[in-house]
């Protein structure tokens, strides 16, 4: 999907950082993503550590057995009758759900969010067997009429303003779209619906699967996801092999944690448990069942147990909205379909560490999206991993995966003298304070002058007595520097 010249990771993060309209729309997104999330998990108590907790030893120990939960949910699934096809790669789902579409002569898909098919990109393989897919998230939606990848894994179009999505709308739906919200929704939901009635096939993701009993859990806010599996013939599901759990009891969890990480919600609009086909002609729901379940890489991060805590992920997105690097460069910067931190984990694992050895150093090491993790992933310590394996010269062990490109998105942006004025700003100070600490004394009188400018300045930055530095205190805590330094201070005591 990549057009223009292939880009490399300092190249995009350079373009990201100039395009005013896309630190504004991340400044936005994210500062609300918290909001939403200081007012819900204060309310919780410990209950939120217990749940945390709760999902992590589920996870582990599925992992763990992964091979027996597998086996029995694709037996139930069978029982129940649905078909499973299990997919080494990318190329055998997209083959096995081409031959599905062509057998039942569809030529229209209607599909709802799932990064799993933006992974496999199928998209591309349904057009070239001449099947129209149709996304029916509306961000996706949004992103697949801009010819983009999504940049956010709950949010696909964070990275775009409301005007830009009436422009866009009025350009490719052949209709006047004003910057109102109610706008923008009513006419993609006009066009949608017309869709999903003439689809001849769906397509979802999976959000979770239960072994026990078969089941697919769907999540979603929209309701497109429903419309998706109960109106088309034919429903077609993928998944990655570490989305089962073993029990309905523990499908409970990730109920409460998924929405609560994701958005602060305590639980989503829409909650849709698919067993199976309909039992009668009246029922809902398709004539045809299939799940793809899907490997591409991932029983090499299985393998590797210093890394397979990544298969824990819930994609929930929290990670990136807490992470200081991904508000300032967005998701396209990371050049794959899983961005932020736990895309600098995961994709070294599926693309290949060689083609993306940046990632794992596209990180602050803050500690911050582990903190934010509702299953408690321990991120940090796999991106320090990581880097030790690409410095050392590891074995690459991703045969044959995608390689990690520039994103669909990659037009230039004029981005606004203000943003490109920070940046720069913002690169001569680590540059000054880099050269004042290679030499003592440059540090100790860089560290006199900025004692001298606070007493001065001090005042401007709230009354904490520390230097005002926007954006950089507009969320974080910058402690005032002390009046003497460590060695006034060690002289004046022995004195």
Known sequence: MSTGTPENFTQRTRRALSDGQLQRALATATARHHESRSRSLPLLGSEWERLRERAREVKNHTLAHLDYYLAQFAANVERAGGRVFWAADAAAANRYVVEVAR??????????????????????ALELAGVLAVETDLGEYIVQLAGERPSHITAPAIHKSRHEIAKLFSEKLGAECGPETERITALARRVLRERFARADLGVTGVNFAVAETGTIALIENEGNIRLSTSLPRVHV????????????????????????????????????????????PQDEGPEEFHVVIIDNGRTRALANAELRESLNCIRCGACLNACPVYQKIGGHAYGWIYPGPIGAVLTPQLTGRRQSADLPFASTLCGACRDACPVKIDLPRMLLHLRHEIKEGGPDDARGAPAVGAPAHTQASGGGLGARAAAALEGLAFRLWAGAMKNASRYRRVSRAARWAQKIFGRLGGGTGALPVPPWTRRRDLKPLPPRTFREQWEESRK
């Open 103 to 124: 057998r039942r002569g569809a030529r229209l898909a209607v599909k709802s969010k799932s990064m799993m098919t933006e992974e496999v990109e199928l998209n591309r």
């Open 237 to 280: 599901a993928l998944m990655g092999i570490e989305k089962v759990v073993p029990r309905m009891e523990d499908l409970e969890v990730f109920l409460k944690v998924l929405p609560l990480g994701a958005s602060g919600q305590k639980i989503t609009s829409y909650v849709s448990l698919l067993t199976g086909l309909k039992h009668s």
